[in-house]
């Protein structure tokens, strides 16, 4: 039973996702303007926060991890109806190198800066983390859902949620913190150059 | 205490805002040859799809006034003369029809020989003021939202939408550009 979130709000879930799907979806620009190319990213954390190695950090750049843990499934540049997932991110809990303590999941609007693009413009944006019942599962059970415009207004950068290790365990937190200033800004706050 | 917004932010209205005035102003400048420009306001009351349901729900100079007089407009400027406000519509929260969920505020160019274009008017802005009655044209302002100067060969602009989200009103910042003029913007949402 997917919680609808407002930023801010802080729930632990279910801590038996073996699987679970990041989806995000938007609409193409329905106003004026060049289209919204929303991106979705993962860093995986070491105990420090910090994303270790490049190739940590997957993204439309880098679309998979070692032991393909996290599987970016291909970037969209224009959006679709607003209805379903436009990117999606799986990550397989039982891969996850041991040395990565945490997960964040991020969304991004590129080049908004030139574009004068913010969050607050982008028509029926959504992020969901998803439930996986295997590796066939494409749709999965919504735990979590952001409606992205109406929590968000000029940033440019997300960070939407951390999946976390406590006790031998994974757990969730809905962080929605956002950002000016675009990826290149959460990039550094995980401590790799940009 | 009014809050200045930037394009693209979205914030709720004060839920005990019954009536508001929505004022909008702008400068025409001063470089044409004389004369003088007609912008005019409109409101479109919009359905869950974001089209008109009915005709009458387009405010403008030629329809002053929607459905039970949930939207008013109180009248052309044909001149822009004048500090402030150049057009005001007025919107009772109270009448508006429950299967309207978005109004949608536009300001466009009436210019049959297509000289002029938002890329030559400057200061354009829309405030929403708290009024008591449809006869207090100052109000209590609340929110500003100033549209800069990023326009060049646009002749309508999708000022701000004021909308339903989870039970309560909102405004979102758009300040879009179209060309096209009023009739690009009819066409959007008929």
Known sequence: ?194 | MAINLQKGQRVSLDDSLQMALVGLGWDVNQFETGGSYDLDASAFMLGANDKLIVDSDFVFYNNLSARNGAVVHKGDNLTGEGEGDDEVIIINFNKIPDEIQKIAICVTIHDPTNRLTFGQVSNAFVRVAKVSSEFDLVGEDQLRFDLGEEFSIETALLVCEIYRYNGAWKFSAVGAGYSGGLQALVDKYQ
């Open chain 1, 1 to 194: 039973m997917a919680v609808n979130l407002q930023k801010g709000q802080r729930v632990t879930l279910d801590n038996s996702m073996k699987l679970a799907l990041v989806g995000l979806g938007w609409q193409t620009n329905q106003y004026d303007g060049v289209d919204f190319d929303l991106d979705a990213s993962a860093f995986l954390l070491g105990a420090n926060g910090k994303c270790m190695r490049d190739e940590d950090f997957i993204f439309y750049g880098n679309l998979s991890s070692r032991n393909n843990a996290v599987v970016h499934q291909g970037d969209e540049v224009k959006g679709g109806d607003g209805n379903s997932d436009d990117e999606q991110i799986i990550i397989d809990f039982t891969k996850i190198p041991p040395e990565v303590e945490k997960i964040a999941v991020c969304v991004s609007i590129y080049d908004a800066e030139n574009n004068h693009q913010n969050f607050g413009q982008v028509s029926s944006a959504y992020i969901r983390v998803a439930k996986l019942a295997g590796e066939f599962d494409t749709v999965g059970e919504d735990q979590i859902r952001f409606d992205l415009a109406e929590e968000f207004s000029i940033e440019t950068a997300l960070v939407i949620c951390e999946i976390y290790r406590h006790n031998g365990e994974w757990k969730f937190n809905a962080v929605a913190q956002g950002y000016q200033g675009g990826l290149a800004t959460i990039v550094r706050n995980y401590g790799l150059q940009c």
